[in-house]
């Protein structure tokens, strides 16, 4: 039951800002925005979560729309290793994690 | 701190035989999960324990899939007998309880082949 949709594909060069898109128009109030990223032959990894405000980390940053509707993923200097593919992914904020992973954005890092 | 490992890394089985699939989530975790991606599907739940007891099953295909995880430390997922179709990586991953926004940790997951 996808509650988010992504783009199939991006490319980004090398770099560059990687900046994913997702839709949640459905969310609901008590819901977090996750990303997680899959690399070629590797587990899920998890990247970043939000409710309603903007998050940075390490490894990203997470913008969320005021209406909480659609978030962008960014990465700042994309690398080749960042070559992945990349799942938003709704979940409750006091529920476990029972992921829907749907089929996620695969990002290509070009030199 | 040792993460998510999982054994086999790779198994090949004929259709009809058994195999037992093992994980172990990081240490103080209590919930562990298992999901599965077949050729050419998303990544899919199959399953939850909180410690030793089977919260949410609900993404078990059939009664050919038997998760344990007796003493809730390692699991095991026993394929019997296993079909072509059970072809894929199976992944484990293991969080904190209690709290908000714990993030689950992933194994790098065992790939298994039905041949």
């Known amino acids: 039951d996808a509650k988010t949709t992504q783009p199939p594909s991006m490319d980004c060069a090398e770099g560059r800002a990687a900046n994913l898109p997702c839709n949640h128009s459905?969310?609901?109030?008590?819901?977090?925005v996750y990303w997680y990223r899959q690399i070629h032959s590797q587990g899920p990894q998890y990247i970043i979560h939000?409710?309603?405000n903007n998050e940075t980390n390490e490894m990203a940053s997470l913008i969320i729309t005021e209406d909480r509707k659609s978030s962008t993923l960014i990465l700042p200097h994309a690398t080749l290793r960042d070559t992945a593919v990349y799942y938003c992914?709704?979940?409750?904020?006091?529920?476990?994690?029972?992921?829907?992973f749907g089929t996620g954005t695969r990002l290509t890092v070009i030199p | 701190e040792a993460g998510v490992t999982q054994f086999p890394s790779h198994s090949v089985i004929e259709k009809g035989q058994t195999v037992t699939l093992r994980c172990d989530p990081i240490?103080?975790?209590?919930?562990l999960y298992w999901y599965r991606r077949v050729m050419g599907k998303e990544i899919k739940f199959l399953l939850h324990?909180?410690?030793?007891?089977?919260?949410?099953e609900s993404g078990m295909p059939n009664n050919r899939f038997l998760a344990e995880r007796t003493g809730g430390t390692y699991s095991t997922l026993k394929v019997q007998p296993a079909e072509l179709e059970d072809s894929g990586v199976y992944f484990c991953?293991?969080?904190?309880?209690?709290?908000?926004?714990?993030?689950?940790?992933f194994g790098q997951g065992t790939r298994l082949t039905v041949v």
């Open positions: 991953a293991s969080s904190q309880v209690g709290g908000l926004n714990t993030e689950a940790f």
């Open positions: 324990f909180v410690k030793e007891s089977k919260q949410d």
């Open positions: 939000g409710l309603k």
């Open positions: 459905t969310i609901s109030g008590n819901e977090y």
């Open positions: 240490s103080g975790h209590d919930n």
């Open positions: 992914i709704v979940r409750l904020i006091t529920g476990a994690n029972n992921l829907f």
